[in-house]
C-alpha cells in the first residue's frame, strides 16, 4: 500500500499533471491518499512525483491516522461505535485489514482523502522544490513517510 501527499499547490501546473492529481484524489496541498501497488496507479504517481512525496505506510501509523484524521459522511469523525457496526473491533485491527487489502475505505464508507496540518517544525532543509534524495521533500521516501505523517497528524 502506497501512501500520497501532496506537497506542492497547483500555481503554473501542467494541465495533464493536473488531471492526474485529480485522478488521485490530491485536490489541495496536504492531503493524503492510500494507493494499491498497481502497476497504472504506480505510473500516476511517477508522473506527479515532482509535486507529492510518496512511500510505505506501516500498520501503527496508519492505525494513528485512521483513529485522528478519517472521516465519514458528513464530515463526521470514525469512531469506535462506527467501527461496531461494520464488524470491526479496533482501529487496529481495520489498519491490519487495510494494509493486507480484504477491507477498502469505500467499501467501509470512509472518506478516501484525509487532510492533514503542515508538518511541525516545517520540512526538510532543502524545501518542497527538490527531491528527497537531495535533502528535500518531493518523490520516493520508502519507510521514512512514516515519520513525516507523523509530524503532520
Not at 501532496?6 to 488521485?24: A, H, N, Q, W
Not at 496541498?29 to 504517481?45: D, F, G, I, P, Y
Not at 509535486?51 to 484524521?69: D, H, Q, S
Amino acid at each position: 500500500m502506497l501512501t500520497v501527499i501532496r506537497v506542492r499547490g497547483s500555481i503554473r501546473v501542467k494541465k495533464e499533471i493536473k488531471d492526474t492529481m485529480k485522478m488521485l484524489r490530491l485536490f489541495r496541498a496536504n492531503h493524503l491518499v492510500l494507493v494499491s501497488e498497481e502497476k497504472r496507479t504506480k505510473k500516476m504517481v511517477e508522473k506527479v512525483k515532482d509535486y507529492v512525496t510518496f512511500g510505505e505506510i506501516n500498520a501503527e501509523t496508519l492505525e494513528k491516522l485512521l483513529e485522528k484524521r478519517a472521516l465519514i459522511k458528513g464530515n463526521k469523525k470514525v469512531t469506535a461505535e462506527f467501527l461496531k457496526e461494520k464488524k470491526i473491533n479496533s482501529f487496529k485491527e481495520l489498519s491490519e485489514k487495510i494494509l493486507k487489502g480484504e477491507a477498502k475505505l469505500k467499501e467501509l464508507e470512509i472518506k478516501p482523502v484525509f487532510r492533514l496540518r503542515p508538518p511541525r517544525k516545517g520540512f526538510e532543509r532543502a524545501g518542497i522544490k527538490k527531491a528527497f534524495s537531495v535533502g528535500g521533500v518531493l518523490g520516493y521516501r520508502a519507510t521514512e513517510i512514516n515519520s513525516l505523517i507523523n509530524k503532520m497528524l
